[in-house]
């Protein structure tokens, strides 16, 4: 397979690129700046390919995605160069570009504090919810951010894609030791291995599980 994915120079992203590599599936990354890539390990059977560009230009979208089966997106949580508007950018040019290319499959990661109508919170997981919600409502950048996931999140959701978000708490910079725990409903835990995170991406992206869901995710 060969997987395009949006944010491959970001550590979550390079994670993911550097697990289809090993795998022998193929990697095109879109990054502004090539030299930033972080270097792959050898080994795998897989060819990695950097595109340059921007993910706010549709025509860097377009030629990033061409002859790929998969879209992962690993974008970063900061954006103040587009305004907080770079997830929203991303869902809305590849939910046009996508079907015209003949791709299905999304995975995209958003953040632990974007709910949605599906969530099933136990009491703890209200109790946390909540105070995410306070600290966003106090802080304008975390807010924009929010407003931006949740944006892309009804793109998705009203488009034909076979979309799956995975939501993240904590992102720990430690390696692998297991499968990450996924759950649909409610979370579980408070934080989650960056390598286990770019692992799941991938799988999900390969396997089709949780299809039209926002996941969250933990390391266990």
Request: glycine fraction near 10%.
């Amino acid at each position: 397979m060969t997987f395009a994915v949006l944010g491959a120079s970001g550590r979550t992203g390079a994670m993911a690129v550097s697990y289809c590599l090993r795998l022998g599936h193929n990697a095109r990354g879109l990054v502004r700046n090539p030299a930033r890539m972080p270097q792959m390990p050898e080994g795998g059977a897989g060819v990695f390919e950097a595109v340059r560009g921007d993910v706010t230009e549709r025509e860097a979208v377009r030629n990033l995605i061409s002859g790929a089966d998969a879209v992962i997106s690993a974008l970063g949580p900061t954006e103040l160069r587009t305004g907080f508007k770079v997830h929203s950018s991303a869902a809305r040019h590849l939910s046009e570009l996508m079907p015209e290319a003949g791709i299905s499959r999304y995975v995209a990661v958003s953040g632990a504090s974007l709910s949605v109508p599906t969530d099933k919170f136990s009491i703890r997981g209200k109790f946390f919810s909540g105070a995410a919600y306070l600290l966003t409502k106090t802080n304008r950048s975390l807010k924009n951010l929010l407003d931006d996931k949740r944006a892309e999140y009804e793109i998705l959701c009203e488009s034909g894609l076979d979309w799956t978000v995975v939501r993240p708490p904590w992102i720990t910079p430690e390696p692998y030791r297991r499968d990450a725990n996924i759950t649909p409903f409610k979370p579980g835990g408070i934080k989650v291995r960056v390598a286990e995170l770019g692992k799941a991406l991938v799988d999900l992206a390969v396997d089709g599980r949780f299809n039209k869901q926002a996941v969250f995710i933990n390391s266990v």
